[in-house]
């Protein structure tokens, strides 16, 4: 090479740190105060599901859906992220791809800095009209009775009820695919058609549940991990970054 010419580095191929896919529950958000949806001392405890987390309950009593979600989307905007949402982001601040796929309605994972969430049930913190579920909108404050949309239709919190479609499902199925490790942080893996999503994973994709209660809850081939979110994922990404790997020891 002359002196003066630039080096031909076309051989070099830049190194791509592998695909973290993450399917978190409600046992990542528990740690941040946010009450899991069957705990007894939440606000579920005195509202029926059926009453308040579906259409036909908002139909019947609108005002009082709307006044439940007010009441979580206050708690949730108190709420802060904690370990693991922050390990999280920083696994994908050092350079890897992670993909984070969630039944959480909060907002934790962004406020964490991640950048790549898919909420697979909704956000808490957007409304959305009740005749045409395209229209949403951001929202800082509560939704009340006569606050409507673009079309004139009462606006509802932009969330999944039961009885719903799951309209970000596909993308969510593709995501896990895609995935070189799969991680499945606090849910009980109970919730159709969520709780399918590792059928997706490729057979030989390694994967891990971390949970205090994974021993029973982990399907076959999953590496339980018994311990809380908080302890659990920051020490995964804690050798994962060292490694620069999803090799575990």
């Avoid at 002196?3 to 528990?30: C, K, M, R, W, Y």
């Avoid at 946010?34 to 606000?43: C, P």
């Avoid at 009462?154 to 895609?178: I, M």
Wanted: charged share 25%.
């Amino acid at each position: 090479m002359l002196a003066g010419e630039p080096a031909d580095n076309s051989h070099l191929q830049a190194v791509t740190l592998p695909h973290l896919v993450v399917f978190t529950g409600s046992g990542i958000s528990v740690e941040s105060g946010i009450k899991t949806f069957r705990a007894s001392d939440g606000l579920w405890e005195e509202h029926p599901v059926e009453k308040v987390a579906t259409f036909d309950g908002f139909r019947d009593d609108p005002e009082r859906v709307l006044d439940f979600y007010n009441q979580r989307r206050e708690q949730i905007r108190r709420a802060r992220p904690n370990a693991a949402h922050k390990a999280l982001a920083a696994l994908e601040q050092d350079g890897f791809t992670v993909s984070i796929i969630t039944q959480n309605i909060d907002d934790l994972h962004e406020r964490a800095g991640s950048k790549n969430v898919l909420h697979l049930h909704g956000e808490i913190l957007k409304a959305r009209s009740s005749v045409d579920a395209r229209l949403r909108y951001p929202i800082k404050g509560d939704i009340r009775l006569g606050d409507v949309c673009d079309k004139g239709s009462q606006l509802r919190p932009d969330v999944v009820w039961f009885g719903e479609s799951v309209p970000l499902f596909d993308q969510a199925c593709t995501l896990a695919s895609q995935a070189d490790f799969f991680l499945v942080v606090g849910t009980s893996l109970a919730v159709m058609p969520a709780a399918s999503l590792l059928s997706y994973v490729g057979v030989d994709t390694p994967c891990a549940l971390v949970d205090p209660d994974a021993d029973s809850l982990t399907p076959p081939g999953v590496l339980a991990i018994n311990t809380t979110a908080g302890e659990g994922v920051p020490a995964l990404v804690h050798q994962w970054r060292r490694q620069r790997s999803f090799a575990l020891d």
